[in-house]
């Protein structure tokens, strides 16, 4: 206990306890989350997979995919139990992250090999490898949340987390989006079973590399000397619910952070992107063009954004980027509506095309500033808690915000799904051979704008009753930093 008190007590800036992090370790560390993002973009597309190559129906599908996600979400609270009774010479999150992702990819090829199988067969074998892929999801993604606490905790370096981030989330799905829909849909001629065995090999591959770099990252971190003052505490199953009950800004932060998970999951499934690019703009390969140029300005905003993170503190940032999502994907909506959708092309360049880049730039910055903010925005409420009640239990907390983010986005085959069929289309999914229709753009229209927008406004309501800004987070440090010194005494 000892040490951990020794270095609980360092002081930096006349902030209190601080203890920082190499700027490579917090890099390194942020691959992790990309590494559970690469199968979280590669599931975006899991829905043709099981309609294409397994057979089944939109709204098997759909009610399949909300069950398991629901599911996903009921292990969370387990596995953040588990990681705060967890310590040995391989640490505290180590573990976690090691074994999650090789279970990730065992699911993967269990999920091909069921399409090779007689008929009765593939479904209860994509059932029994999509359970595998959630415990192994569960496992790694926790731990992304979980871990913000022992990486750092000084008020200046948690949001350069949010900037390596989202510099990862914007590549990889610039990537992803430009890999699948200019190489691997024009190779393989569709979402044939092909071209789904590339994609698993690709994402089994990065996802792997990315881990280990991910590991080496938090090594010297994952150790109880960073554990906070209360280590010696085991943590109780129940604490969990004791913890929600009690702490409003856990409340508020969840409820923001879920609501904005679901819906920029929604703007970013593989359904969506064909009806808007592919069916409304006639061109699907635009997909990955847009993104790709709309990368380097959105990365701008972005780090723009983190700067004032720094300065005002993660809450504003946060607001601040709210407000900007609002803004500017009213514009595109507007755009869309007013506008004609069949003029988005890169060869001659239309006022429609310029808008649209420019109004996708800004609103991909404030969007990706949210996602990934919202990170380490979940170690403030590990502080906060450890200062509120003497519990340290980051893998519990950490688990709240999963276990909320995977109920709520499990909603989203379900909308998307609900939509689609409400349009007309619940035999099939539409593909990018599907004629235009007035139903298909008011689905495109309110999965990419309108509820974006509604999440974004929930964001504001929450962030009101959010007590963690700066001067609440300093507040909470000089908490903290007196106990820690008490108790050394």
Same mark, same amino acid.
């Given at each position: 206990?000892?040490?951990?008190?020794?270095?609980?007590q360092k002081?930096?800036?006349?902030?209190?306890y601080e203890?920082?992090?190499k700027?490579?370790?917090?890099?390194?560390?942020?691959?992790?989350?990309?590494?559970?993002?690469?199968y979280?973009?590669?599931?975006l597309?899991?829905?043709y997979?099981?309609?294409?190559?397994?057979?089944?129906s939109v709204a098997?599908?759909?009610?399949?995919?909300?069950g398991?996600v629901?599911?996903d979400g009921?292990?969370d609270?387990?596995v953040?139990?588990?990681?705060?009774?967890?310590?040995?010479?391989?640490g505290?999150?180590?573990?976690f992250?090691f074994v999650?992702?090789v279970l990730?990819?065992?699911?993967?090829?269990?999920?091909?090999?069921?399409?090779s199988t007689?008929?009765?067969?593939?479904?209860?074998?994509?059932?029994?490898?999509y359970?595998?892929?959630?415990v192994?999801h569960?496992?790694?993604?926790?731990?992304?949340?979980?871990?913000?606490?022992?990486l750092?905790?000084d008020?200046k370096?948690?949001?350069v987390?949010s900037?390596?981030?989202?510099a990862?989330?914007?590549?990889?799905?610039?990537?992803?989006?430009m890999?699948v829909s200019?190489?691997?849909v024009?190779?393989?001629g569709?979402?044939y079973a092909?071209?789904?065995?590339?994609?698993?090999?690709?994402?089994?591959?990065a996802?792997?590399?990315?881990t280990?770099?991910?590991?080496?990252?938090?090594?010297?971190?994952?150790?109880?000397?960073y554990?906070?003052?209360?280590t010696?505490q085991?943590?109780?199953?129940?604490?969990?619910?004791?913890?929600?009950?009690?702490?409003?800004?856990i409340?508020?932060?969840?409820i923001?952070?879920?609501?904005?998970?679901l819906?920029s999951?929604?703007?970013?499934?593989?359904?969506?992107?064909?009806?808007i690019?592919?069916i409304?703009?006639?061109d699907?390969?635009l997909?990955g063009?847009t993104?790709?140029?709309?990368?380097m300005?959105?990365?701008?905003?972005?780090m723009?954004v983190?700067?004032?993170?720094?300065?005002?503190?993660q809450?504003?940032?946060?607001?601040?980027?709210t407000?900007?999502?609002?803004?500017?994907?009213?514009?595109?909506?507007?755009l869309?509506?007013?506008g004609?959708?069949?003029?988005?092309?890169?060869?001659?360049l239309?006022?429609?095309?310029?808008?649209?880049l420019?109004?996708?730039?800004?609103?991909?910055?404030f969007m990706?500033?949210?996602?990934?903010i919202l990170?380490?925005?979940?170690?403030?409420?590990?502080?906060?808690e450890?200062a509120?009640?003497?519990?340290?239990i980051?893998?519990?907390?950490g688990?709240?915000?999963?276990?909320?983010?995977?109920?709520?986005t499990s *909603?989203?085959? %379900?909308?998307?799904?609900a939509?689609? /069929?409400?349009?007309?289309? &619940?035999?099939? +999914?539409p593909t #990018?051979?599907t004629?235009?229709s007035?139903? *298909?753009?008011? %689905?495109g229209m309110?999965c990419?704008? /309108?509820?974006?927008?509604? &999440?974004?406004? +929930?964001n504001? #309501?929450?962030?009101?009753?959010?007590?963690l800004?700066?001067?609440?987070?300093?507040?909470?440090?000089?908490?903290?930093?007196?106990?820690?010194?008490?108790?050394a005494?």
């Amino acid at each position: 206990m000892q040490e951990s008190y020794d270095i609980v007590q360092k002081k930096d800036s006349g902030h209190g306890y601080e203890h920082s992090a190499k700027i490579w370790q917090i890099g390194c560390f942020t691959l992790n989350n990309t590494a559970v993002n690469i199968y979280f973009m590669l599931m975006l597309y899991i829905a043709y997979f099981m309609s294409g190559v397994l057979g089944l129906s939109v709204a098997v599908i759909s009610t399949i995919l909300a069950g398991l996600v629901v599911a996903d979400g009921f292990m969370d609270p387990i596995v953040g139990w588990l990681i705060d009774r967890t310590g040995g010479r391989f640490g505290k999150f180590r573990p976690f992250m090691f074994v999650g992702n090789v279970l990730m990819a065992f699911s993967l090829a269990l999920m091909y090999f069921s399409q090779s199988t007689a008929a009765w067969w593939r479904f209860p074998l994509f059932f029994a490898a999509y359970t595998i892929y959630i415990v192994g999801h569960t496992c790694q993604f926790c731990v992304t949340r979980a871990a913000q606490s022992v990486l750092t905790n000084d008020p200046k370096q948690r949001p350069v987390f949010s900037a390596f981030d989202m510099a990862m989330n914007v590549l990889l799905y610039v990537g992803v989006t430009m890999i699948v829909s200019n190489v691997l849909v024009a190779r393989h001629g569709g979402f044939y079973a092909t071209m789904f065995a590339e994609f698993f090999i690709f994402a089994a591959v990065a996802s792997f590399i990315c881990t280990c770099l991910a590991i080496a990252g938090i090594w010297s971190k994952d150790r109880p000397a960073y554990y906070g003052f209360a280590t010696g505490q085991k943590a109780k199953l129940r604490d969990s619910f004791v913890v929600l009950k009690e702490n409003r800004n856990i409340q508020m932060l969840i409820i923001a952070s879920s609501t904005d998970k679901l819906f920029s999951s929604i703007t970013q499934n593989a359904v969506v992107s064909v009806i808007i690019f592919g069916i409304i703009a006639g061109d699907f390969a635009l997909s990955g063009q847009t993104n790709m140029i709309v990368f380097m300005p959105s990365m701008v905003v972005s780090m723009l954004v983190v700067q004032l993170a720094r300065r005002k503190g993660q809450k504003e940032a946060l607001l601040f980027s709210t407000y900007g999502g609002i803004i500017f994907t009213s514009l595109i909506f507007l755009l869309f509506l007013f506008g004609n959708p069949a003029n988005l092309s890169f060869v001659n360049l239309s006022a429609f095309a310029i808008l649209f880049l420019v109004f996708l730039a800004l609103r991909g910055g404030f969007m990706s500033v949210n996602n990934s903010i919202l990170v380490p925005m979940v170690a403030d409420c590990v502080d906060h808690e450890l200062a509120r009640s003497g519990r340290y239990i980051p893998g519990m907390i950490g688990t709240l915000f999963s276990f909320a983010d995977k109920v709520v986005t499990s *909603l989203n085959s %379900v909308i998307i799904g609900a939509l689609v /069929i409400f349009a007309g289309y &619940g035999a099939a +999914l539409p593909t #990018v051979s599907t004629s235009y229709s007035r139903a *298909l753009f008011w %689905v495109g229209m309110v999965c990419y704008c /309108i509820l974006p927008i509604f &999440g974004w406004v +929930l964001n504001i #309501v929450c962030l009101r009753y959010y007590r963690l800004s700066k001067k609440g987070m300093a507040d909470v440090r000089e908490s903290i930093n007196t106990t820690s010194r008490f108790m050394a005494e």
